[in-house]
């Protein structure tokens, strides 16, 4: 669905600083399901009349399915002093859990369940669940950023309800020449100021918005901002550049979280039908979805979940997987990490479905979104395990349907995507440590910056190749990253700054699905372990 906001603010003909799913384009949408939750179910799948039971036991301080980690769930409690009003009290209640219910039992004034990770009502309706949290208001920014200029676009893209966006990243982060699509070909008049969400980090909203808006145009550039006196005087200034040999990590190395490591394999046990129903209600409304919306495939929610059930080692892992987030004791960050770092392995061997899939169907002419999403598993563990690629398995990759001449909405975006996909694979083949590649690391980066189109996804792949490129250069990243006072543009310092503030976030409760928060947990992990 599209909607010409340009009738309402001038904004929307100037570069936005958001991150990728605040306006995601509706040519993603008609290829991969931008909700994570809610994804309908099969229909020869009998009714799952326990799938609201389970994960009840997660706590309101950790992101959840979908959640924000800042956001705090409601639930009734006895003794509630609006349950105890004489009259209406009833009334009372209903009105109540309709308030704290979730998004789309909201929307349609009925009484939600609150089942987690999706409501009851929106599974037995098939319809699409929003989960619980209304992160989709903007927020206002501390500093008002005049927008750059833009090159001239290749198409207009109308930006999306924000009901389907994700909270905001770092200002500054997303480049102006991939903004939604609608730009002007010269900068905006002074006069207009544009809102572009939240600061990357709550202490930064009161003390250092002068200093971000400097972060934002080192990244950025476009403005002569003036750099916070106070930071210049106390935060020690950028250590030098210096190239550190990082140690190559296994995919293993990266699951305990927060150094945790999550539990060994749990028995294969026989599951009875009840728990069978779960673990399909769960992959199909909560993992699958994600991973196709990470990969931009859909191969997860139309052929996966035949794999997993014939998986029985990946099958017993989910089942103590939903048994782990009814834990009593999720209050101890002890039991916490071991659960994010045990949910971290189960979307690991998720992802990895594709791959088995790939290896047992040799003779075969793989389908065309088993091949992508297989050979982007591969170029995300490359990248996040620190390997590099003898060859570019996404160049020239071809698009699902022969484009249309000239080529339709529909068919730029998948371009696009494509584009992207294969300049990161580009990027794995490049060594940081050769002179001569200096340069083409650097122009390919830059495309795949015009290539986010205000995806989740690829802000994150994107951030991960900055920090896996800039933070080799400074020996005490990640513990003590670079403090930027510079408005240069291209200062490197800035430009990891943003990358890694930005993925400890996603980490800890902003990425807007499970699989987005725990790669990203994974990556941060991988910071550390590759300098041990």
């Not at 403005?223 to 550049?241: C, G």
């Not at 409304?285 to 990946?314: C, G, S, V």
């Not at 994010?340 to 793989?366: D, I, K, Y």
């Amino acid at each position: 669905m599209y909607h010409n906001h340009q009738s309402h603010s001038p904004s929307m003909n100037a570069p936005s600083m958001q991150p990728m799913d605040h306006h995601a384009v509706s040519g993603q949408s008609s290829q991969i399901p931008q909700a994570p939750i809610g994804s309908p179910m099969p229909s020869n799948m009998p009714p799952m009349p326990s799938v609201g039971q389970y994960m009840t036991g997660y706590p309101t301080n950790v992101g959840q399915m979908g959640m924000n980690a800042n956001a705090q769930m409601r639930y009734q409690l006895p003794g509630d002093p609006n349950k105890l009003l004489s009259g209406g009290r009833h009334k009372k209640e209903v009105k109540r859990r309709t308030k704290t219910g979730c998004l789309t039992c909201r929307k349609r004034r009925i009484k939600c369940d609150e089942g987690h990770p999706v409501c009851r009502n929106c599974v037995k309706s098939k319809r699409e669940c929003l989960g619980y949290d209304p992160v989709f208001k903007q927020q206002p920014t501390p500093s008002a950023i005049q927008p750059a200029p833009n090159p001239h676009p290749s198409l207009v893209v109308n930006p999306q309800d924000p009901s389907t966006s994700y909270p905001a990243a770092p200002p500054g982060y997303m480049p102006a020449a991939s903004q939604p699509f609608a730009p002007s070909e010269s900068p905006a008049p002074p006069s207009e100021r544009y809102d572009y969400g939240t600061a990357i980090d709550p202490s930064l909203d009161v003390n250092n918005s002068n200093n971000m808006a400097s972060i934002q145009h080192a990244v950025e550039g476009g403005l002569q901002p003036t750099v916070n006196p106070a930071m210049t005087s106390t935060s020690a200034t950028p250590s030098e550049p210096t190239n550190v040999r990082l140690k190559q990590v296994q995919i293993s190395d990266l699951l305990a979280l927060r150094g945790i490591p999550p539990p060994p394999p749990h028995p294969i046990t026989s599951l009875p039908p009840n728990r069978l129903e779960e673990i399909q209600a769960v992959f199909l409304a909560t993992y699958a979805p994600a991973i196709d919306k990470f990969f931009e495939t859909r191969w997860f929610q139309e052929k996966a979940l035949t794999h997993l059930l014939a998986n029985a080692q990946l099958m017993a892992e989910y089942s103590a997987l939903i048994d782990a987030f009814n834990d009593p004791n999720l209050g101890d960050p002890n039991v916490l990490a071991r659960l994010e770092s045990f949910e971290a392995s189960v979307v690991w061997s998720s992802m990895t479905l594709c791959r088995h899939v790939m290896n047992v169907s040799t003779g075969t002419q793989p389908e065309y979104d088993l091949l992508a999403a297989a050979k982007r598993l591969d170029v995300i563990e490359s990248m996040i395990t620190g390997e590099h690629l003898d060859s570019n398995p996404l160049a020239q990759f071809p698009t699902r349907e022969p484009a249309a001449n000239p080529p339709l909405l529909p068919d730029q975006l998948t371009q696009r995507s494509l584009d992207f996909w294969s300049s990161i694979g580009h990027f794995l083949t490049l060594h940081d440590n050769e002179a001569s590649s200096a340069k083409e690391i650097d122009d390919t980066l830059a495309r795949c910056r015009t290539l986010l189109d205000t995806f989740e996804n690829r802000d994150v792949i994107y951030s991960i190749a900055i920090a896996r490129h800039l933070g080799q250069r400074w020996a005490d990243f990640p513990r003590s990253f670079p403090q930027p006072i510079t408005t240069n543009e291209k200062d490197a310092g800035a430009k990891l700054y943003v990358a890694q503030k930005f993925l400890e976030q996603e980490a800890g409760g902003k990425g807007t699905t499970q699989v987005i928060k725990r790669i990203c947990g994974m990556v941060v992990r991988s910071w550390i372990v590759s300098r041990e």
